[in-house]
T-cell receptor
Framework: DQQVKQNSPSLSVQEGRISILNCDYT??????FLWYKKYPAEGPTFLIS???IKDKNEDGRFTVFLNKSAKHLSLHIVPSQPGDSAVYFC??????????????WGLGTSLAVNP | DVKVTQSSRYLVKRTGEKVFLECVQD?????MFWYRQDPGLGLRLIYF???????EKGDIPEGYSVSREKKERFSLILESASTNQTSMYLC?????????????FGSGTQLSVL
């Protein structure tokens, strides 16, 4: 049973437009949500995170929005650039102490930004 | 900058071989992880370790073992490689008290078992 769901396996966007990647979750015990970006044949790199007590976090072109009542978060990329083409993973951290803090991963959304 | 180094980018092995994947991190992190990534299946946790000589099974430990003799090094062992272990293997590390749970990943090892 997937606790973190990225329902869109792929997304295609024109350069300069907004990319919106979505993530839904089922577990109310998540205390942090993270977005990672992964290029082919490379390891994922951390992009941006948000605490469960916030509803928005912004870092340059990347903004993450959290709607706790809907158990939904989204990553907005504005403006989208061809270099943003990658697989984006949503991950959630289980609230707890030390070793119990595990990350639960979505299956990823492949973003293609077309020139 | 945190650096997580995986010893090989590409490996080709034969069915039945014993395979060692090595990972070293340079940030004195307590936690280290081994994941595999397969198309359509996301990242699946194989094993993790929160201290030297300590290990815990992840979601898919069958067919794998791990070793952590030193804090900076975490090895994944395929005792008898099989074709269904062909995958991208990713090592990661994190601080035990990381405020946000950020993992730092290596570049990955693409393993092909023939």
């Amino acid at each position: 049973d997937q606790q973190v769901k990225q329902n869109s396996p792929s997304l295609s966007v024109q350069e300069g437009r907004i990319s919106i990647l979505n993530c839904d979750y089922t577990n109310s015990m998540f205390d942090y949500f993270l977005w990672y970006k992964k290029y082919p044949a490379e390891g994922p790199t951390f992009l941006i995170s948000i605490s469960s007590i916030k509803d928005k976090n912004e870092d340059g072109r990347f903004t993450v929005f959290l709607n706790k009542s809907a158990k939904h978060l989204s990553l907005h990329i504005v403006p989208s650039q061809p270099g943003d083409s990658a697989v984006y993973f949503c991950a959630a951290r289980v609230e707890g102490a030390g070793n119990n803090r595990k990350l639960i991963w979505g299956l990823g959304t492949s973003l293609a930004v077309n020139p | 900058d945190v650096k997580v180094t995986q010893s090989s980018r590409y490996l080709v092995k034969r069915t039945g071989e014993k395979v060692f994947l090595e990972c070293v991190q340079d940030m004195d992190h307590e936690n280290m992880f081994w994941y595999r990534q397969d198309p359509g299946l996301g990242l699946r946790l194989i094993y993790f370790s929160y201290d030297v000589k300590m290990k815990e099974k992840g979601d898919i430990p069958e067919g794998y073992s791990v070793s952590r003799e030193k804090k900076e090094r975490f090895s994944l062992i395929l005792e008898s490689a099989s074709t269904n272990q062909t995958s991208m293997y990713l090592c990661a590390s994190s601080s035990w008290n990381s405020g946000t749970g950020i993992l730092f990943f290596g570049s990955g090892t693409q393993l092909s078992v023939l």
